[in-house]
């Protein structure tokens, strides 16, 4: 497989370094956004193979990112990451047809875990 070309999505700056600095040396390539309306944006430009997307976020929201990613038949797995805890939100994501869903906050080898079984790497 070439590159993992990943967009992390969350409003919490130090978040999207720290995840940007570890996921970089395992040879995903990362690009980053602050909101939901900027990564649609770049979605709009490029492609992704993976998405990992904040639920609560200003502008739009993960969701609505979700729901955009699958209305357009884009072919991004998505891993949904939220600080809310409840079950009827990771159902509700997982419906809409995310593909994982991580609660904050989350180890790395978990979520590097997560990501290699979403994205069928071993």
Same mark, same amino acid.
């Given at each position: 497989m070439d590159q993992l070309r990943v967009l992390f999505? #969350? #409003? #919490?700056? #130090?978040?999207?370094?720290?995840?940007?600095? =570890?996921?970089?040396? =395992?040879?995903?390539v990362m690009d980053e956004a602050e909101d939901g309306a900027k990564a649609i944006a770049m979605l709009e430009k490029g492609n992704y193979n993976l998405m990992l997307l904040d639920i609560n976020m200003p502008v739009k929201s993960g969701i609505d990112v979700l729901k955009f990613i699958k209305e357009k038949g884009l072919a991004c797995k998505v891993i949904m990451l939220t600080g809310r805890v409840g079950f009827s939100v990771a159902t509700?994501?997982?419906k809409l047809g995310a593909d994982d869903y991580i609660t904050k906050p989350?180890?790395?080898d978990y979520l590097l875990f997560a990501i290699k079984r979403v994205m069928g790497m071993k």
């Open positions: 999505v #969350d #409003d #919490d700056a #130090d978040m999207r370094r720290i995840v940007k600095d =570890q996921l970089g040396p =395992q040879g995903f509700e994501t997982l989350f180890n790395f």
